[in-house]
Every structure is written in structure tokens, then in C-alpha cells.
């Protein structure tokens, strides 16, 4: 599932996500073109970034 570009509330959380949280935990490593991708069931929306260098998958839950 992908998000449209637009104000949604999904957009917005993954913008504040881009801005902050770009470090791979495993390896130190910054990917600055990376972006979190994201899925949502209901209420809950899963946000995940896979990490070019060492493959470590970070994953952010949330609800709305
Ligand atoms: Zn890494």
C-alpha cells in the first residue's frame, strides 16, 4: 500500500520521520535519500526503512 502525495496525517508522520531519523542503528549509517515507507491497518500505521548498507530494518508503529 502506498500513500498519495498529500495532507494526510500518514504524509505528515513520515515527513517528521525523514527529518530526524535518517541513522541506521546497526551501522551508524545516514541515508539521506532514504525515506521510511509505510503501511497502515486501521488505525495503526507501520512505518519501515531498510538500511542500504548493512540491510537492517528499522520499524516505527503508531497510532492515529
Ligand atoms: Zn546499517
Redesign the pocket.
Known amino acids: 500500500m502506498s500513500v498519495q502525495r498529500s495532507r494526510s496525517p500518514f504524509e505528515r508522520l513520515r515527513q517528521k520521520f525523514d527529518d530526524g531519523d535518517r541513522r541506521?542503528?546497526?551501522?551508524?549509517?545516514v541515508d539521506a535519500d532514504g525515506g521510511w515507507r509505510v503501511t497502515a491497518a486501521g488505525s495503526e500505521v507501520r512505518y519501515q526503512r531498510m538500511?542500504?548498507?548493512?540491510?537492517?530494518v528499522e520499524v516505527r508503529e503508531m497510532r492515529l
Request: aromatic share 8%; glycine share 8%; hydrophobic share 10%.
Open positions: 541506521c542503528r546497526e551501522c551508524g549509517y538500511c542500504p548498507t548493512c540491510d537492517a
